[in-house]
């Protein structure tokens, strides 16, 4: 992998400089697939589109907020805070502020709350500690559910893997078996084998 330079963004609300990292190259050596759809790929790493100002608790799109370090007035705050990825609470929040603008915004924040919550999964802890993070998630998974397109690949995998968190088996099969597509036969076995007996969480694809 090979870096590329930061990218900044003024925040809307306080003037204040948030960087993003960038890369010119990379690689998908040593990625992790899930069964969510999230790739953690350690050479190829993913930046967020969303994130919050940590001097005035402002959540705004980085798209749109573009800045030029020539620009800035006060140079030596560039690097001040780093836009990082927001958590499921705060994703939340982004969407009953109304910051999904568009099918395509609410598909982001929407996605990113599943992998934000999986992420306790994926780091060994109890994925609903408590009542806060299962309400989310319930009311997450149902308007996601209305929003994906089947006859896009990528949301279709995304609906089978929600049925399958419900327990819907039957549904998630029945969306799973018309895929033949070659390239995703691997991916369509994995789920296979966890639809047949019926296993609920996330698991990772082994290709």
């Known amino acids: 992998m090979i870096p590329g330079p930061p990218e900044l963004f003024k925040c809307p609300s306080c003037d204040e400089i948030l960087s993003r990292g960038s890369i010119m190259s990379g690689n998908t050596f040593g990625s992790r697939l899930f069964s969510d ?6 050479m190829l790493p993913d930046f967020p589109q969303i994130s919050e100002c940590l001097g ?7 798209e749109g907020n573009e800045v030029d370090e020539a620009d800035l007035v006060y140079p030596d705050k560039i690097y001040v805070q780093r836009a990082k990825f927001l958590n499921a609470f705060k994703l939340n929040a982004a969407i009953h502020r109304g910051l999904a603008k568009n099918l395509a915004q609410e598909i982001y924040i929407r996605r990113h709350i599943v992998w934000a919550i999986n992420d306790r999964v994926r780091s060994n802890e109890k994925i609903f500690p408590d009542d806060n993070f299962k309400n989310i998630w319930d ?3 149902s308007f996601l559910i209305d929003l994906l397109n089947e006859n896009n690949i990528n949301h279709r995998f995304l609906l089978i893997e929600m049925y399958r968190n419900r327990g819907d088996f039957y549904k998630a099969y029945n969306l799973l078996m018309p ?7 691997g991916i369509k076995e994995a789920f296979k084998f966890h639809i047949e007996n019926k296993n609920q969480k996330l698991f990772e694809i082994i290709i």
């Open 56 to 62: 005035c608790d402002e959540i705004f799109w980085l």
């Open 179 to 185: 895929i033949y597509t070659r390239k995703y036969m």
């Open 139 to 141: 009311e997450n998974q």
């Open 37 to 42: 759809g999230k790739t953690i790929s350690p």
